[in-house]
């Protein structure tokens, strides 16, 4: 597990291994790990910052692509292998739904994502195939969690650093860290992410998180193919906190439905527990002035009355929310 304070970078915590007599190798900041649906963040963020909304209609239906000369097509699948027709963007996000999110990474194209996740921090190579809109590529736990630190912090990347700085024994300063900040994304695209990730733990894949603890939350589910890694990543206004559970060999599974929700969500929800224990004050998220609130049916993104029965309050970036003309 690794945990990021957001407004600094400074790493707060860090477990690398269950036992350090057994094994040196710190997987926290070595192993590189296939990312699974911990990556559709970063493909929904090139989606938002190019004028998709959370309303935004993506289609849940067979689809198959071209994989290159001798290669069988790519035919993405869905986790319970069913298809769901037309879908909003925060559905899809939501349920963690794969063919539209692999939809959405053919129509923005995928070097234009590998380019966000630049700026998100990942130094890691992801490669433009379609497939790594479904986390096929490899990174670390720190890459990810400096990642998702973006979408609290208002579009700004905080390097991560451990040490503080380092003295002498005569307490002469030798070196020091200080926070290094980077825009990365718009602070309205951001916020529009944040609220998107916040609907994961309120009704989605992480609902175990919402339901049991009482405090602003974000953040997404990672499973991979055979249940090899299973990864949670999540935040509050203040910290964000990454939790990945696997064998040191790629290719061991876990096990049967051992999945991010199952397998990592837990832990991640002790230590967060633990975290705000004692805190009566609850932080929030700043929302830039730009931002649109609106009341939309959560199934079908229209625009309803705020008393109607399955209404959310939907943020949209003013330009983009129904009845406006996007440019």
């Given at each position: 597990m690794l945990a990021i304070d957001n407004h600094t970078g400074q790493i707060k915590a860090m477990v690398g291994g269950w036992s350090f007599s057994r094994s040196k190798f710190n997987r926290a900041v070595q192993a590189y790990r296939q990312l699974g649906s911990t990556f559709k963040p970063i493909v929904y963020t090139a989606a938002i910052d190019r004028g998709y909304t959370p309303t935004s209609v993506l289609l849940d239906a067979p689809v198959s692509y071209n994989a290159g000369p001798g290669q069988p097509l790519y035919s993405p699948h869905n986790y319970d292998r069913k298809f769901e027709g037309n879908v909003t963007l925060r559905h899809s996000l939501e349920e963690s739904r794969n063919v539209p999110t692999v939809r959405l990474m053919e129509q923005l194209g995928p070097v234009s994502v590998i380019d966000y996740a630049k700026r998100l921090g990942f130094s890691s190579t992801v490669q433009p195939y379609l497939s790594s809109a479904l986390g096929s590529s490899e990174a670390t736990l720190l890459e990810v969690v400096s990642a998702y630190s973006v979408f609290p912090n208002q579009g700004v990347?905080?390097?991560?650093?451990?040490?503080?700085?380092?003295?002498?024994?005569?307490g002469n300063l030798l070196e020091e860290h200080r926070p290094?900040?980077?825009?990365?994304?718009?602070?309205?695209?951001?916020?529009?992410?944040?609220?998107?990730?916040?609907?994961?733990?309120?009704?989605?894949?992480?609902?175990?998180?919402?339901?049991?603890?009482?405090?602003?939350?974000?953040?997404?589910?990672?499973?991979?193919?055979?249940?090899?890694?299973?990864?949670?990543?999540?935040?509050?206004?203040?910290?964000?906190?990454?939790?990945?559970?696997?064998?040191?060999?790629?290719?061991?599974?876990?096990?049967?439905?051992?999945?991010?929700?199952?397998?990592?969500?837990?832990?991640?929800?002790?230590?967060?527990?633990?975290?705000?224990?004692?805190?009566?004050?609850?932080?929030?998220?700043?929302?830039?002035?730009?931002?649109?609130?609106?009341?939309?049916?959560?199934?079908t993104g229209a625009q309803v009355d705020p008393s109607t029965p399955g209404s959310i309050q939907e943020a949209f970036i003013s330009g983009t929310q129904p009845g406006s003309t996007f440019k």
């Amino acid at each position: 597990m690794l945990a990021i304070d957001n407004h600094t970078g400074q790493i707060k915590a860090m477990v690398g291994g269950w036992s350090f007599s057994r094994s040196k190798f710190n997987r926290a900041v070595q192993a590189y790990r296939q990312l699974g649906s911990t990556f559709k963040p970063i493909v929904y963020t090139a989606a938002i910052d190019r004028g998709y909304t959370p309303t935004s209609v993506l289609l849940d239906a067979p689809v198959s692509y071209n994989a290159g000369p001798g290669q069988p097509l790519y035919s993405p699948h869905n986790y319970d292998r069913k298809f769901e027709g037309n879908v909003t963007l925060r559905h899809s996000l939501e349920e963690s739904r794969n063919v539209p999110t692999v939809r959405l990474m053919e129509q923005l194209g995928p070097v234009s994502v590998i380019d966000y996740a630049k700026r998100l921090g990942f130094s890691s190579t992801v490669q433009p195939y379609l497939s790594s809109a479904l986390g096929s590529s490899e990174a670390t736990l720190l890459e990810v969690v400096s990642a998702y630190s973006v979408f609290p912090n208002q579009g700004v990347r905080m390097q991560p650093y451990g040490l503080l700085k380092v003295t002498d024994r005569q307490g002469n300063l030798l070196e020091e860290h200080r926070p290094e900040p980077t825009d990365a994304i718009r602070a309205d695209t951001a916020f529009v992410m944040t609220n998107l990730l916040r609907g994961v733990v309120q009704r989605g894949t992480a609902a175990k998180a919402g339901a049991t603890i009482n405090w602003p939350l974000g953040g997404k589910t990672g499973t991979t193919d055979d249940f090899t890694d299973a990864w949670f990543t999540g935040f509050d206004p203040d910290i964000t906190i990454g939790v990945w559970v696997g064998y040191d060999r790629n290719r061991r599974t876990l096990g049967t439905g051992e999945t991010g929700a199952n397998a990592a969500l837990p832990i991640w929800m002790d230590i967060m527990k633990t975290y705000i224990a004692g805190r009566e004050q609850k932080p929030e998220f700043p929302s830039p002035g730009n931002i649109i609130f609106l009341s939309v049916d959560k199934s079908t993104g229209a625009q309803v009355d705020p008393s109607t029965p399955g209404s959310i309050q939907e943020a949209f970036i003013s330009g983009t929310q129904p009845g406006s003309t996007f440019k």
